[in-house]
């Protein structure tokens, strides 16, 4: 059974109050960077998996992509998307990533943000994502980062005043589920490698073209300072691909 914390009250509540769910793309610090590998959307047909609010879905519109089709396994996530968007070119699935179907060669660009590190089967996931591509179609995702997921704990150690020492990191390279807390307790994520993402791509049939781990932009760390601390580790993934020619 797929863990499904957005349909959860406690869950869904603390998230609707997250700079990212306020604010929307610009909300969102990796955001900068993960719209630089972005192609152009001009008539193309786009898949959004783990879509959310829907903002990934709605700005592929006003880069003028012809269609749009957002997944999420949350029925919150899918309400508030169906509200903020008045778009008859946009439509949304309700199912979990894994189990998602789409004809061979629907979509020229998929793309998913901070989603597939709930997720057990990143092959499979990848594997669809080929199938679902047209020739030399796109693929675009962002992860939380390695680094950050490789501790249950996921948090700094700090000195008896509270001040952060470091960020731990450890168990890096025993892969798989981790039992931790984000928002609320009992959240399951699954924890890869750099080298896994990036050889189970490959190996699914991909060209990487991109790797970003990136950092606030210069203009959020003035309106935010307190995210000078971003800069001391990399809590982000960003990889862009291309479905090699058959």
């Known amino acids: 059974m797929k863990q499904n914390k957005y349909d959860e ?17 610009e909300g969102a610090g ?39 089709t957002g997944v999420d396994i949350s029925a919150n996530m899918l309400g508030k998307a169906r509200e903020l968007t008045n778009d008859p070119a946009i439509s949304y699935v309700q199912s979990a990533i894994e189990d998602v179907q789409f004809p061979e ?23 669809k994502v080929h199938q679902f591509l047209e020739k030399e179609g796109r693929f675009v995702f962002s992860v939380e980062h390695p680094i950050f997921t490789s501790c249950s704990e996921q948090d700094w150690h700090y000195d008896g005043q ?8 450890d168990h890096y390279q025993s892969e798989g589920r981790r039992d931790t807390a984000f928002l609320t ?16 791509m490959i190996h699914a049939g ?6 970003i781990e990136p950092m606030p932009s210069d203009e959020m760390l003035r ?19 291309s479905k090699n020619r058959v």
């Open 185 to 200: 307790p009992n959240v399951i994520k699954y924890h890869r490698t750099v080298s896994t993402y990036m050889n189970t």
């Open 223 to 241: 309106q935010h300072p307190e995210m000078k601390e971003e800069l001391r580790r990399p809590m982000f993934l960003i990889i862009a691909a």
């Open 162 to 169: 509270g001040n952060r020492l470091h960020w731990p990191i």
């Open 105 to 127: 060669c629907s979509f020229d660009l998929v793309l998913s943000s901070l989603a597939f590190h709930y997720i057990d089967d990143f092959e499979e996931v990848c594997r």
């Open 9 to 25: 009250h406690p869950f869904f509540s603390a998230y609707e109050k997250m700079p990212r769910s306020v604010h929307g793309l």
């Open 30 to 68: 990796e955001w900068h960077a993960f719209r630089s590998v972005l192609p152009d959307m001009r008539g193309k047909q786009v898949l959004d998996l783990g879509c959310g609010f829907g903002w990934h879905c709605r700005y592929a519109r006003e880069q003028q992509a012809r269609s749009v």
């Open 206 to 211: 991909f060209r990487i073209d991109a790797v």
